[in-house]
Nanobody, 123 residues
Framework: VQLQAFGGGLVQAGGSLRLSCTES????????MAWFRQAPGKERQFVAG????????RYVDSVKGRFTISRDRAKNTVYLQMNTLTLEDTAVYYC?????????????????WGQGTLVTVSS
């Protein structure tokens, strides 16, 4: 397993969680990273992406102002801090490593995928 995501769980609406994604070994050099999510019955969607150097960050509109993506290259770890969670954030969250330093938002832009971690937001 090259990417491992963890940190999911059950949280009440309005609460917070932090997801982590660790590379068990270097997958590609200078790769951008991203988080995607797949809600029940829906297609997987891009949530947030960060460039290799951390100078390029993007979010899907629905999480702007609530989620923060960051990375620690020394630890080969990417984080997704999720605040003010809503029921609509319930999904399996996946981390992915991009083919390039600046990740896009399409699944085809990504070469490696983690196994997913479930986030359930309750009312």
């Amino acid at each position: 397993v090259q990417l491992q995501a963890f940190g999911g769980g059950l949280v009440q609406a309005g609460g917070s969680l932090r997801l982590s994604c660790t590379e068990s070994r270097r997958t590609t050099s200078n790769n951008g990273m991203a988080w995607f999510r797949q809600a029940p019955g829906k297609e997987r969607q891009f949530v947030a992406g960060i460039s290799w150097r951390g100078d390029g960050i993007r979010y899907v509109d629905s999480v702007k102002g609530r989620f923060t993506i960051s990375r620690d290259r020394a630890k080969n770890t990417v984080y997704l801090q999720m605040n003010t969670l809503t029921l609509e954030d319930t999904a399996v969250y996946y981390c992915a490593a991009s083919r390039s330093s600046y990740p896009g938002s399409r699944e085809s832009d990504f070469l490696y995928w983690g196994q997913g971690t479930l986030v359930t937001v309750s009312s």
